[in-house]
């Protein structure tokens, strides 16, 4: 079962959101802001409370967005898995054995059809699309692509968790608070 049935992915900007997690019962955690520094001991403080950590490279203070970098990530920093909007980060990351999650924002029927091309090339282990708020095209492009979704941005309440799961997301990714224990 993906993500072990846990269907909220607790998405943390701060240091102290990340700590507190650290002591809940979300096993999985997408940080999405650091700095190169600090990820070393925020990986270790994760594999110390048994949570599998997923960075989101594009948003990594220090660090490129390209193949050396994500070596790098997956050789020395060795999170659970990569979030990028760019190809070549989530190629260089299925190739080093991560997880790799491809995050694309829709904004209208081009964007559409320009993630579906960068999916062909990428083809990634999960696609987070933004905004999650959409469960028609959450459907849509599960069925195309057959490639699990994360739904993602301005996803607020348990109903909206809701609609993205009925809509065929496998879970959502929330930087809200108060979904981060619900299951």
């Given at each position: ?36 520094s ?23 203070q ?76 959450i ?41 981060w224990?619900?299951?």
């Amino acid at each position: 079962m993906h993500f072990d049935g846990q269907t909220v992915l607790p998405a943390v900007r701060s240091l102290k959101d990340y700590e507190s997690l650290m002591s809940g019962n979300s096993a999985y955690v997408v940080l999405l802001e650091s700095n190169l520094s600090a990820l070393p001991s925020l990986v270790r403080m994760a594999n110390k409370h048994q949570k599998k950590v997923i960075l989101h490279a594009d948003l990594i203070q220090g660090l490129k967005h390209d193949e050396a970098a994500t070596q790098f990530l997956c050789q020395m920093i060795r999170p659970f898995g990569v979030i990028s909007t760019h190809a070549s980060v989530i190629a260089t990351a299925k190739r080093q054995g991560v997880l790799a999650v491809q995050r694309v924002f829709l904004i209208d029927s081009h964007s559409l059809r320009t993630s579906y091309r960068i999916l062909e090339q990428a083809n990634p282990d999960y696609l987070e699309v933004l905004p999650g708020l959409l469960p028609h095209l959450i459907a849509e492009i599960r069925e195309k692509t057959k490639i699990p979704i994360l739904a993602g941005g301005f996803i607020r309440t348990r109903s909206e968790v809701e609609a993205a799961l009925d809509a065929g997301a496998t879970a959502v990714t929330s930087s809200v608070k108060e979904l981060w224990e619900a299951r």
